[in-house]
């Protein structure tokens, strides 16, 4: 499913990312699953422009809170991956929830694809599991994911 923002929609993620990482500056907030400083600033603008893409092909409101609710979604309930490499696979954490749909975007501003989705406790499987990388992750091909256009809303 391919989505494409308007250049309003890119400044508004953009700045909401930038916003975010000064708050992570301000408050000292140390990274996580291994990224360094460097790349901060890229990983938050194309996870916000993940998130926005999200919001707007499920007809969400995107509230770009900042700092990020780390309780809630990304994009309503749902947890937005995003990457630059269009044949990326969708990155799951052993300590994220098994009970929330995971959705994977590809692209750069301002087209954007949605590779799909899968719950985290399905993303969790010992195939997919990688220790070659700089944090130990679950990577899901896009082949095993779920088309966003078959999206349920998955129970709590």
Known sequence: MI??????E????VFAATERQIFNIHQRRVNR???VDSQDWDVHIQGVLGEFVVCKHLGLYWTGAIPAN???G????HQVRATTRSAGCLIVHPEDPDDVPFVLVT???PTFRIAGWITGGDAKQTQWWRTDVRNAAYFVPQAALRSIDEF?????
């Open 3 to 8: 989505v494409e923002l308007t250049w309003r």
């Open 74 to 77: 990304d994009a309503g309930r």
């Open 10 to 13: 890119v400044r508004l993620a």
């Open 107 to 109: 692209g750069t501003a």
């Open 70 to 72: 780390e309780t809630a």
């Open 33 to 35: 699953h291994g990224l």
């Open 152 to 156: 349920v809303e998955v129970p709590r």
